[in-house]
């Protein structure tokens, strides 16, 4: 699976972004998929995963009630609407793929994308 991320942008606090990520491959619809992001000089974090079939979803405290991951198998992508952006979400958003269950560990994804950059003016 090949991983493509778009979406990412400059906007000013509160305002909205929606991520995409667009995935090559027979069997996108198998993998569960996750948004991950990296601020300068901070580590790797989690940030929301979906199940393959879209039916469960996880979120990071950080961004729960502000972000909303979804996908479309027949599209193969994955979105991440973003909302009332704060100044703490500016970072490189990272799709990911898995199957793994433990969703907001990294290593549990064996797809990346190359990652688009949000930044939050405030």
């Known amino acids: 699976v090949q991983l493509q991320a778009s979406g990412g942008g400059l906007v000013q606090a509160g305002g909205s972004l929606r991520l995409s990520c667009a995935a090559s491959g027979r069997t996108f619809s198998s993998y569960a998929m996750g948004w991950f992001r990296q601020a300068p000089g901070k580590e790797r974090e989690f940030v929301a995963a979906?199940?393959?079939?879209?039916?469960?979803?996880y979120y990071a405290d950080s961004v729960k009630g502000r972000f909303t991951i979804s996908r479309d198998n027949a599209k193969k992508k994955v979105y991440l609407e973003m909302n009332s952006l704060k100044p703490e979400d500016t970072a490189v958003y990272y799709c990911?793929?898995?199957?793994?269950?433990?969703?907001?560990?990294?290593?549990?994804?064996?797809?990346w994308g190359q990652g688009t950059k949000v930044t939050v003016s405030s």
């Open positions: 990911a793929a898995g199957f793994g269950s433990r969703w907001s560990d990294e290593y549990e994804y064996a797809y």
């Open positions: 979906i199940s393959w079939n879209g039916y469960s979803t």
